[in-house]
């Protein structure tokens, strides 16, 4: 998944692995309806937007170099979320996704069950 993409796919890893109460679970988890384990070869995610928020070092200093202006983004991501209380943000904003949000990596960790690889790729100036 290209940018928003890219965030889409992490909000179903992130489904997968801890469902959404009242959300139907997702296909891939290990308690689907069927019973049945279905596991991705790999995921792809291109320059990934999971903050959804332009706040970040990097959108702030290389906002004259990104394609997208950085107050058009700011704009999309906050429609997107108008509707979403707080407290369900870690669902939508994957880079927020954890309990504690400086430790994502540990909400992420059995990710590995469903996935076999991840490659993330970014530009030059992203980081």
């Known amino acids: 998944g290209d940018s ?3 965030n889409l796919i ?13 959300v139907a679970v997702s296909p891939l ?14 995921i792809c995610l291109v320059s990934p937007w999971l903050s959804l928020d332009t706040w970040t070092p990097s959108f702030v200093k290389n906002n004259d170099l990104d394609v997208l202006a950085g107050r058009s983004l700011l704009y999309w991501g906050k ?18 996704c954890a309990p504690v949000p400086q430790e994502p990596w540990k909400w992420l960790a059995a ?10 790729t970014a530009g030059g100036k992203e980081n």
């Open 4 to 6: 928003a993409g890219g």
């Open 10 to 22: 992490m909000q179903l890893m992130v489904h997968t692995l801890h469902p959404f109460e009242g």
């Open 29 to 42: 988890s290990r308690v689907s309806e069927s019973n049945e384990t279905s596991s991705l070869g790999g």
């Open 79 to 96: 429609s997107y979320l108008s509707d979403v209380p707080e407290s369900h943000h870690s669902w939508i904003k994957p880079v927020l």
């Open 111 to 120: 990710l590995d069950e469903y996935v076999g690889r991840v490659l993330i």
